[in-house]
Each structure stands twice: as C-alpha cells, then as structure tokens.
C-alpha cells in the first residue's frame, strides 16, 4: 500500500469473493468494519499509516462466509463490487457491502504480507488497483 | 537663548566606591581648561572639556577619554581590609577639595522662560492701563461690550497663569548639552509674537493715541487669545508628541550585559537619553564592579599557554606566518578552562547557598526575640518587667547574633561595598517599625536592587556623558545608536521603530462554537 497525495494509488490486492449467508431477515456477510473518511484515523490499529481513512476489517466471525473465502482481520478493503472504498464514509461503506439484492460481493482488499509475498517471489504477477 | 549647559568637568577614579562616588559629580567650570591627564596617588583623573556646545562632536570626546581611561582603570577583584580603608580616605580627600557650591546654571533655562512668559503675562494689562494712564480725558467712553472683554480677558489671563503653572513651573530634572528645539522655538515664538504685538501697539496707539478704547481692549483680548494658542502648540509639542510610542530601544550595560528594553515616541536624542536614564535607575540591578572578572586563576592558565619567539629578524613575512600557525596550533590545542570555569561557578554556587541558608536562619531567630508591646500590656505584666526598648534599641539588640552571617553573606556575593553597618541598622529599624517578616528584611540584601535604592539623596546630580555621531537634537530613527556613558561604565542604546500593526477582523458568531466526538465505530456487515 502507498499512499501519496496526488498520485494514483497503488496497491498489492488479493480478489474475495463472498457469499453472503441468510440469517432470518437478513443477509450478514460475517465481519465488521472500521475506518471512514468521517472517523478519526489515529485509533485505528490495523493501519501502518495513520492517517490513512480507508476501511479496515476490524473483526471476523469464525467459520462465517467471510473467514472461509479467506478475509482476514485487518485487511485493507479497496473495492467493493466494482466500487471503490479508499474514500468513502463509514455509512456509505456499510450501505455498499449490505445492499439487499446482491448474494456475493466481491472484495479487492490489501494486506501488508501481500506485498510482502509479491517482493519474495519476484516472478509472481502482482494484481495492481489504481 | 536656551543655552543649557553641557557637562564640563569629568572627574572619576578608578576605585569603584560607590559612596564616595556622589561627590565627583560636579562641574567644575573654575578649574584650569587644560586637559589634564595625570594620575595623582589615588588614581583619580581629572578630564576638562570645553566649556562651548556648538564646537566638537561628541564622539571625539568621547574617544579621547577612552585612551585616558583604559591607563588607569584597575580591577577590584576580592575583598580585604584594605580596601575598605583606601575608600575612606580618597572619600575624606574629596570633601575637602570639592567645596564650591551647588552649580546654578541648571536654572538659567527655566529662568528665561520665567521671565518671558511673565512679560508676555503683563503685556495685555499693559496695554488696557497705558491709554488710562496717559491720556485718561480723551478716551471715549465703552459700557457692556468693554465690560463682558474685561471678564473674558480676566479669566483667560487666569486659565493661562494656571496652566503655565502646571506645565512649565517645575524644577528640571535634566540639563542637556544642547539647545532643547522645541523649547527654544516656543520661546522665540512668544518673543516675536508679544513684540510685533508691542510694536503695533506703539504705532497705531500710543503715537497717535488712540481714542477708541474698545479697539484697546479688543486688541488686548486677541493677545491673550493667541497665547493662549501658543500655549496649546507648547502643550502638545513638549508634553504631548513623545507620549506615543514609536521606537523600541534596547538598552545594554556595557560591563556586565543587563539590558531592557523601552518603547518611547518621537523625542530628539538628548531628550531620550534622559528618558532612558530615568529609567535605568529603577530598573536596572545595580552595577557592581566586583561581579566582573572571571577569577584570575582561570585566565591566567589561559595566557600562559603558549609563548611566541621569532628568532629570525630579517624574513618579517616568514615570521609573521609562524606565529599565526603557532596561534592556530595553540587554539586547537586541548583548552580545559572553560572546565575550571563551569566548576568554579558551581562552587561559587553552592557557597552562595550555603551562606544564604544561614543568613537566613540567623535572622529569623534573632527576630524572634523582639516583639511589639501593645498599650495594653504595659499595666498587664508587672511581674515580668521587660526592659522597654524604642527601635533603635532593638536593632541594635537583634543586630549582633545576625551580624557573623550577615557579613559573610555580603562577601560571598560581593555586595558589601553597598551596605555599610549602619546602613543594616538602619534598614533593621526601618523593618521593625513597621512590622516587617525577616523576608522583607532581607529583600534588600538577597537580590541586587536597582541603582536607586543606593542612592543618597543629594542635589548635586549624576554626572553622564551623551555619545553619538549624529547631533543630538535630531530626531530618534531607525538604525541609531547612541551610548551614554558614565565612570567606568555605558548605555548603549539602540533605536528600532515598532512594527507597523495591520490589524483585521474576524467575527465568530457564538452560535458557531460546535463540537462533536471523533467518531471510531465498528459495524458489524
């Protein structure tokens, strides 16, 4: 992850995709979110820079959809669905992963071993998100 | 016509004795006018300067006795005995040759000015009693309107007695060297103004004596009305224009550093040196002579560390560019004085606190073995009588368990040259009459008070030198500095204008003062 003010933003992403799981009235995907560009960055524990206000995943269910398809705790979430989430507010980010009519999101999210990996196996063909 | 006079007669020694110190201020203007460079046993120097303002600059003076000074000055390191009585006797020398009494010249100025602010005072009323006077019978009769100008020109006359009074009638506190601008021009002003109004009045009146007495009259009131105005103009030129801060000096000690700084408003540099001097001896701490060197023993090391000999005579070049290589090298060599002075000060330090801790003890325990004896007790107690002592007494009794600690205290800080026996058992009785802690007491002693509170009172004045290279009656500006320099120290002044200040505005609508908590929450999707 890198984030410089003014240029694009680039970053070492791994596709999730996510089914999400019906329970009585409503869908839950099995995982919570922090972060906002309305909330206070500095509390976040899961970031390496601390004024970076995108969404964190701050909690995962054992054994819910999301820990099966391979979300971690504090993984960086990047896209959703084809929309971006570097910048959004933290009820927008809510409202784009629990939308009613959708079964599956898919996530493009970050983490820092992720770059970690591509660095060591330099033949690898990292998936880069602008 | 404002010829004050400028300060003739400059004799100081090097012995730093304050007390002795009231008595060579003087100007002498009956000695010789030669200038007179020798040093007599008690190495005192006698400078003579001539007795004319408007010939030499004040920077060659000043320069001159620089050289004279730097022979003889000698440094008063510790503290003996001996010291004590040398002051003594160059204080007993001085009496006897300065007898010549208080110096009149400083009241020539207000003098004049008394003089011709009380001519311009009569001028009106002699312009209404001089057609009575002379030619009583011809003058034609006015009634109302002369009446109603008599009262107008009776209180006007009063206002400008009252006023003149309170602004002008005051004893100076200053000569300066040159003409004061403003006041001479003031008083060139009155002079031209009340003889044209004389003039006129001797060829349109009393030469073809006038019968129109209301004219007299009327003319007399427009006198008084433009003195009146003049009198406004001097108001706001001598009293009021410096009132406005413009400048910033800073004001630096020469010897030992102390500075301050001062904002003044548009004033011509004598008159600043004044204000700045009236202000030096309240605020700044006293100067002490003793407090100035670094201790001999960490110098001297210093000196000694290297020596320079040139043995070939003929290659001056070659010689020269050795000894500075030789400078060099003895620069980089290791210099650990500034060792010795970090641990002379931290011991000088300690023993400071240490004497001060006793000193402070001694004399809360010696105050409390008096107390005041109220009305009351004196019928109360008949069975303990207790020796009923007036203040003196009492100092004089509390006085000797403090007086070891006192003294000691007073020689480790070097201070004992400004108080004297009597004068601690006087500052004690002071103390005690008015009911005083023995912090009060010792307020005086523990911290070095501005140079007034050592003051004796005297009429004879301070003797201080003004130096500068622009003339002193222009104007203050940026970038001048002058300094004004007394025996064996100076004032350097520094002028800066104050800054220009735009100020802007921003209004905060109360109802705008909002807040929320920073927001951290955790949604479970």
């Known amino acids: 992850m890198s984030f410089i003010p003014?240029?694009?933003?680039?970053?070492?992403?791994?596709?999730i995709e996510i089914m999400k799981l019906r329970h009585g009235d409503n869908l839950i995907l099995g995982f919570s979110i922090g972060g906002g560009i309305d909330q206070d960055p500095g509390q976040n524990p899961f970031s390496e820079d601390k004024t970076d206000k995108g969404i964190y995943v701050t909690r995962i269910t054992p054994g819910g959809p999301a820990?099966?398809?391979g979300l971690r705790m504090g993984d960086k979430i990047m896209q959703v669905n084809g929309w971006d989430m570097t910048v959004v507010t933290h009820d927008k980010a809510r409202k784009r992963l629990t939308k009613k009519d959708e079964d599956v999101v898919r996530l493009l999210v970050t983490r820092k071993s992720l770059e970690q990996a591509v660095k060591q196996s330099m033949g690898g063909c990292p998936q880069t998100v602008t | 016509m404002d010829n004050e006079s400028q300060y003739s007669g400059y004799s100081y020694k090097s012995s730093h004795s304050r007390s002795s110190r009231k008595h060579r201020d003087r100007r002498d203007r009956h000695r010789s006018k030669s200038r007179d460079g020798s040093s007599r046993g008690d190495k005192s120097v006698t400078i003579q300067t001539p007795g004319e303002p408007l010939l030499d600059a004040e920077s060659t003076r000043g320069e001159e006795r620089d050289d004279n000074w730097g022979e003889t000055?000698?440094?008063v390191t510790g503290t003996s005995e001996h010291s004590i009585s040398n002051e003594d006797l160059t204080r007993v020398t001085k009496d006897l040759e300065e007898s010549t009494p208080l110096e009149c010249k400083r009241f020539v100025g207000p003098a004049l000015g008394g003089c011709l602010s009380f001519f311009a005072l009569v001028t009106p009323l002699a312009f209404l009693i001089l057609p009575q006077v002379l030619w009583r019978d011809a003058l034609e009769p006015c009634g109302t309107p002369c009446e109603g100008l008599y009262v107008s020109l009776a209180f006007k006359l009063l206002v400008l007695l009252i006023s003149s009074w309170a602004l002008f009638l005051r004893p100076p506190r200053a000569t300066l060297p040159r003409f004061f601008v403003f006041r001479c021009l003031l008083m060139v002003l009155v002079f031209l103004f009340v003889a044209s109004y004389w003039l006129f009045y001797g060829v349109r009146v009393l030469e073809p004596r006038e019968r129109d007495y209301r004219g007299i009259v009327e003319y007399a009131a427009s006198l008084v009305d433009a003195l009146l105005f003049i009198q406004y103009l001097a108001l706001v030129l001598l009293e009021v224009r410096h009132l406005q801060p413009a400048f910033c000096l800073k004001v630096v000690r020469s010897t030992d550093g102390a500075s301050r700084f001062y904002n003044v408003g548009h004033l011509s540099v004598q008159r600043a040196a004044v204000w700045v001097l009236d202000r030096y001896y309240n605020d700044f701490p006293v100067y002490n002579p003793a407090l100035l060197n670094l201790p001999k023993s960490i110098l001297s090391k210093k000196m000694t560390g290297f020596k320079v000999y040139s043995l070939d005579e003929s290659t001056t070049n070659n010689s020269s560019g050795q000894s500075r290589a030789m400078i060099a090298a003895a620069a980089r060599r290791r210099d650990n004085s500034h060792n010795e002075f970090y641990y002379e000060e931290a011991e000088m330090d300690r023993r400071v606190r240490k004497r001060k801790a006793r000193l402070v003890v001694a004399v809360e325990e010696a105050f409390t073995h008096i107390k005041r004896l109220h009305e009351e007790e004196v019928a109360s107690s008949p069975k303990h009588p207790r020796e009923v002592m007036d203040p003196r007494e009492a100092a004089q009794a509390i006085f000797a368990p403090m007086a070891r600690a006192m003294q000691k205290y007073l020689r480790t800080t070097?201070?004992?040259?400004?108080h004297s026996m009597e004068s601690i058992l006087t500052h004690l009785q002071f103390c005690i009459t008015h009911n005083m802690t023995p912090k009060a007491f010792l307020e005086?002693?523990?911290?070095?008070?501005?140079?007034?509170?050592?003051?004796?009172?005297?009429?004879?004045g301070r003797q201080w030198t003004l130096v500068s290279e622009e003339p002193v009656t222009s104007a203050l500006r940026q970038g001048l500095v002058f300094s004004m320099r007394r025996l064996d120290f100076s004032l350097v002044v520094t002028v800066t204008p104050l800054p220009f200040l735009r100020l802007g505005e921003e209004f905060i609508d109360p109802k705008s003062h909002k807040f929320v908590m920073r927001l951290q929450s955790e949604t479970s999707v």
């Not at chain 2, 005086?444 to 005297?458: E, H, W």
Request: proline share 8%.
């Open chain 1, 6 to 15: 003014g240029q694009p933003v680039t970053a070492v992403v791994q596709r």
């Open chain 2, 414 to 418: 070097r201070q004992q040259a400004f």
């Open chain 2, 73 to 75: 000055t000698t440094v």
């Open chain 2, 444 to 460: 005086r002693y523990l911290s070095p008070g501005p140079t007034m509170q050592y003051q004796q009172q005297n009429d004879r």
């Open chain 1, 67 to 69: 820990h099966d398809a």
